[in-house]
């Protein structure tokens, strides 16, 4: 790179560098060349990424990609019965409309509580099905609630069981579905 001479404002001289100019063929014209100087670049930038390194760094970028295997912790507590078939059925359109904004032991268990919103013209009564995990996020116990929302309006709801929660307990919103619409 050339080396400039600048005087600054208190009179010092201070060498700087500056850049090379940028050849024509490679400049960005308004022509299609862009494109094709674009296109050729990648193409050789994926060639010489496919060109094969060596062998140990082909090793570390493999390892670097698989995660380190580690087995869960085991599950210490009760795992008490969970629901099944139908109770896990979900309306994927209703719980979209069901938020989950809070997940807090109790002193008897655990609770989990948000809110469901009707944008519907009648009143709908929302079924919420919330499991309790433990940090590994296997199901530990559940909790079911129902909620009935007005029109336009947005109802609170909140789901608790009486357990033994493990540390590190989490809330997850497993399945919603509509009680009964009102007719």
């Not at 530990?140 to 609630?145: E, G, H, I, M, Q």
Request: proline content about 9%.
């Amino acid at each position: 790179m050339p080396v400039r001479i600048v005087r600054t404002a208190d009179r010092k001289l201070l060498p700087t560098m500056r850049a090379p100019r940028i050849p024509a063929p490679f400049s960005l014209p308004s022509s299609g060349r862009p494109a094709a100087a674009c296109a050729a670049t990648a193409v050789l930038l994926a060639l010489s990424a496919c060109s094969g390194g060596s062998p140990d760094h082909e090793a570390e970028a493999e390892a670097r990609a698989k995660p380190a295997e580690r087995p869960a912790p085991d599950f210490v507590g009760v795992q008490h019965e969970l629901p099944d078939g139908a109770a896990l059925d979900n309306d994927p359109d209703l719980y979209e409309h069901v938020t989950q904004t809070g997940c807090e032991a109790t002193t008897e268990g655990w609770r989990a509580e948000g809110t469901a919103e009707n944008t519907g013209t009648e009143e709908q009564a929302f079924s919420v099905l919330v499991l309790f995990t433990d940090p590994q996020g296997r199901s530990v116990d559940s909790a079911a609630t129902s909620v009935t929302v007005g029109p336009g309006e947005t109802g609170d709801w909140i789901a608790e069981r009486d357990f033994d929660a493990p540390a590190g307990t989490l809330c997850v919103v497993r399945a919603v579905n509509a009680v009964n619409a009102a007719k």
